[in-house]
């Protein structure tokens, strides 16, 4: 499976961005889907993620209330949806997928990695 994200830019704090995540090369409906993110220096941090189904989604308590994740089966697209961003939101986001099962807060659980795309925001 090959993740390419993309929507990443400059923004100021306030406002709102949407990450897009296309998957190739797989059931796109068989994979759990997930964002993390990255700032320089410190551990990857869990953003959000999603089921198969879109039934269910889980949202990392340093963006809850911020940020929703959604899926498109149809087009092979998870998307972030982020608002009132803040300086401390920025990182370089990745996208990351599994067909495993497992917890869906841990990297370790991932098998597929996106590039990353990165976010910056201005005070």
């Known amino acids: 499976v090959q993740l390419q994200a993309s929507g990443g830019g400059l923004v100021q704090a306030g406002d709102s961005l949407r990450l897009s995540c296309i998957a190739s090369?797989?059931?796109?409906?068989?994979?759990?889907m997930a964002w993390f993110r990255q700032a320089p220096g410190k551990e990857r941090e869990f953003v959000a993620a999603?089921?198969?189904?879109?039934?269910?989604?889980y949202i990392g308590d340093s963006v809850k209330g911020r940020v929703t994740i959604s899926r498109d089966n149809a087009k092979n697209t998870v998307f972030l949806h982020m608002n009132s961003l803040k300086p401390e939101d920025m990182a370089l986001y990745y996208c990351?997928?599994?067909?495993?099962?497992?917890?869906?807060?841990?990297?370790?659980?991932?098998?597929?990695w996106g590039q990353g795309t990165l976010v910056t925001v201005s005070s």
């Open positions: 090369g797989g059931t796109f409906s068989m994979l759990v």
């Open positions: 999603i089921l198969r189904s879109g039934s269910g989604a």
């Open positions: 990351a997928a599994t067909s495993r099962t497992g917890s869906v807060y841990y990297s370790s659980s991932y098998d597929f």
